[in-house]
């Protein structure tokens, strides 16, 4: 688990007070870590995740913080996910207002040996789970503020935030299905703002670089997820050597907490970015600048 200074929650008065958020992935890593940071800001939040006992952790913790929170099992890619998670968010809290797509896992390999299960899984936890979640939650986000609109001429803040990478974004060798995926997510990012922006939804996404999860550690640590009965192994082989040999390229010269990865999501989703929509902001120690 994140140990973070989001832990200490805030009480009432924060700055997202009143707000619902819906979080993928919210059991382990940069979702943990933004579902932590968010209810410490004062957001109500319904911590999703494949397991569900890190779901409940995340959840628990956040409660016994004084913050509002329930977790919620499930695997996004599931066809009956996305309806499930906005209706426990109505159900739990009433309503939509930030929605973070960050639930993903990498299976790498080089292009010449990617499968076609390789290849379609990624575009489906990446990609395509991402657009379906959007999708179940326009009737809460989408429309209700439209219905505000009619009703009073101002909508609530809301906001969509898609976690992309850095892969996504500039390639990476042996990511060839991930980095599809990522840049993808770009793309629906800037539609949905587009599309949504007349209803004051904002839409973001971000692009992580090296950020301390088990994603990136050596996968030689035997860290796996199972994912529609399938063991994917998660790590970077040898990673020491290769998080040494990146560490000297990027400018702060070290890789990125979770607890600063959920800054960033922090970052978008407050008030103070009420103004910043269809942006891809990379937050990677400076890499790629
Ligand atoms: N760690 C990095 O350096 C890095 C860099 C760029 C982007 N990202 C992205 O950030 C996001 C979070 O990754 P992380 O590094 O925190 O990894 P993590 O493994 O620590 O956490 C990911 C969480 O998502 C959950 N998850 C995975 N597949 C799921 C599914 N199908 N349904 C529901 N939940 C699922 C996992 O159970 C886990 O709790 C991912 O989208 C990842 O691609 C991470």
């Known amino acids: 688990m994140a140990s973070s200074a989001a832990t200490a929650h805030s009480g009432t008065g924060g700055m997202l007070e009143g707000q619902v958020a819906l979080i993928t992935g919210a059991g382990k890593g940069i979702g943990e870590a933004a579902a932590r940071l968010l209810a410490a800001h004062g957001a109500a939040v319904v911590c999703a995740d494949l397991d569900g006992t890190a779901a409940q952790m995340v959840a628990g913790a ?12 499930g695997d996004v890619t599931a066809p009956d996910f996305p309806e499930r998670a906005v209706s426990e968010a109505l159900r739990a809290f009433g309503g939509l207002h930030i929605l973070v797509n960050n639930a993903g896992y990498t299976w790498d390999g080089v292009i010449h040996k990617i499968t076609p299960e390789q290849w379609a899984a990624m575009l489906e ?17 989408r429309d209700a503020a439209k219905m505000e609109l009619e009703r009073s001429g101002v909508a609530k803040p809301r906001c969509i935030i898609n976690i992309s990478s850095t892969t996504g974004t500039h390639g990476n060798a042996g ?7 990522k840049a993808g997510v770009v793309g629906l990012t800037k539609s949905v703002a587009k599309e949504w922006g007349p209803f004051n939804v904002r839409c973001n996404a971000i692009a992580f670089g090296l950020i301390d999860t088990r994603l990136t550690r050596a996968k030689e640590g035997g860290e796996s997820i199972l994912v529609g009965g399938k063991e994917v192994k998660l790590g970077i082989p040898s990673a020491d050597g290769y998080w040494s040999a990146v560490k000297s390229l990027i400018p702060l010269r070290r890789v990125g907490s979770a607890d600063e990865a959920a800054g960033a999501i922090l970052m978008l989703a407050s008030p103070y970015s009420s103004y910043v929509t269809g942006q891809v902001l990379e937050v990677n120690g400076g890499s790629f600048m």
């Open 125 to 141: 936890v990446h990609c395509t789970a991402p657009f379906r979640m959007i999708q179940a939650a326009a009737v809460a986000m």
């Open 175 to 181: 990511q060839a299905n991930y980095a599809t995926a």
């Open 62 to 73: 956040i409660q016994e913080a004084g913050g509002r929170a329930v977790p919620l099992a």
